[in-house]
């Protein structure tokens, strides 16, 4: 397919005023998010249920928490990989920052972590994380709720949505001060259900096709970039993709981008949905447990990824 900046993703505009489950609405947007799934494993959708001070809030606040010195971040701990603080080391991209908030659409979730970084509380970061988390993670459900509909197995959609909990990653990549690009993270697939990634006006979003190429992703400020990730793709055995990105910086201008990622619950078996193996599409992976799953990935992928705790 064409040369650089010649396809660009799929935009799906999710700003109905009403999108209920069965309405002609619904039923479009369904088809779209459906293919855009199954042929990029990732959409960028147009979402305007948040107002533009609560964007700004959201953008003030990531400043704010990744600004803090580093001993400080450095108390956002977890025993689990990824749901921490994760600083720049040698194996990773020195531009590269975040930390990790679990279940950020319960507020106390959010007051905990807050009152990690601030001991004293911080009701206002506190409430502008989970004011912005709420309708993000409606939307991810939303699409969620889509993709099991439009392969007709929706008598799992309980079983889908129970199955997993919501980690928010808010990150920081230095700007490079440089015209060339230079990697902000690695090239790699969330090995995850669902990500929704919101940014501050900075770009530097790159998605790999399915032909191997990298298209940058262009967000507006009210759009939101859906990715699937590699156990979603496992669950629906192989109808989804499950695409490589990476983060690309140049310029002069600190990117802030906010993650959410829907993680299968610990214990949980992800297993290939009977009624989508056939013998047009024989299994493709075996069960699998999430946790350890992710530790084989980490095990493997060893010093070289730079996305590693
Ligand atoms: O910051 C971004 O835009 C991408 C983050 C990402 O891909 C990840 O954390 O898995
Ligand atoms: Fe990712």
């Known amino acids: 397919?064409?040369?650089?900046?010649?396809?660009?993703?799929?935009?799906?505009?999710?700003?109905?005023?009403?999108?209920?489950?069965?309405?002609?609405?619904?039923?479009?947007?369904?088809?779209?998010?459906?293919?855009?799934?199954?042929?990029?494993?990732?959409?960028?959708?147009?979402?305007?249920?948040?107002?533009?001070d609560l964007r700004n809030a959201m953008n003030g606040a990531m400043e704010e928490m990744l600004q803090l010195p580093l001993e400080t971040k450095?108390?956002?701990?977890?025993?689990?990989?990824?749901?921490g603080y994760l600083g720049p080391t040698s194996a990773r991209s020195s531009l590269f920052e975040s930390l990790g908030i679990v279940e950020p659409s319960i507020y106390d979730m959010v007051e905990n972590f807050t009152?990690?970084?601030?001991?004293?509380?911080?009701?206002?970061?506190?409430k502008t994380v989970h004011l912005f988390s709420e309708p993000v993670?409606?939307?991810?459900?939303?699409?969620?709720?889509?993709?099991?509909?439009?392969?007709?197995?929706?008598?799992?959609?309980?079983?889908?949505?129970?199955?997993?909990?919501?980690?928010?990653?808010?990150?920081?990549?230095?700007?490079?001060?440089?015209?060339?690009?230079k990697t902000g993270l690695m090239a790699h697939t969330d090995k995850n259900i669902t990500s929704i990634l919101y940014q501050n006006e900075v770009d530097g979003l790159e998605i790999q096709t399915k032909d191997g190429e990298w298209i940058p992703v262009k967000l507006s400020p009210d759009s939101?970039?859906?990715?699937?990730?590699?156990?979603f793709n496992a669950w629906t055995n192989g109808r989804l993709y499950s695409p490589y990105h990476r983060v690309m910086l140049s310029g002069s201008k600190t990117r802030y981008s906010a993650a959410f990622f829907s993680v299968p619950k610990e214990g949980y078996i992800i297993k290939a949905l009977e009624e989508l193996v056939d013998e047009d599409h024989p299994l493709l992976?075996?069960?699998?447990?999430?946790?350890?799953?992710?530790?084989?990935?980490?095990q493997m992928m060893g010093r070289s990824n730079p996305y590693l705790l």
């Not at 009152?115 to 506190?126: D, H, Q, T, Y």
């Not at 008598?155 to 440089?178: F, G, M, W």
């Not at 939101?224 to 156990?231: A, C, D, N, P, T």
């Open 1 to 52: 397919m064409g040369s650089e900046g010649s396809i660009s993703l799929p935009v799906i505009d999710f700003s109905f005023s009403e999108l209920r489950p069965g309405s002609p609405p619904w039923d479009l947007v369904k088809s779209q998010v459906g293919k855009a799934a199954a042929e990029y494993g990732c959409f960028q959708a147009l979402f305007n249920k948040i107002p533009q």
């Open 74 to 83: 450095r108390r956002n701990v977890s025993e689990k990989p990824y749901h």
């Open 115 to 126: 009152n990690v970084l601030w001991p004293e509380g911080n009701i206002k970061i506190s």
């Open 137 to 181: 993670l409606e939307l991810g459900q939303m699409v969620r709720r889509m993709i099991v509909e439009s392969l007709g197995v929706e008598k799992y959609l309980d079983e889908h949505i129970n199955s997993t909990y919501n980690l928010l990653r808010v990150a920081k990549y230095e700007a490079p001060q440089t015209t060339e690009k």
């Open 224 to 231: 939101f970039l859906m990715i699937i990730g590699e156990s």
């Open 285 to 298: 992976y075996k069960p699998f447990d999430y946790s350890d799953y992710l530790i084989a990935v980490l």
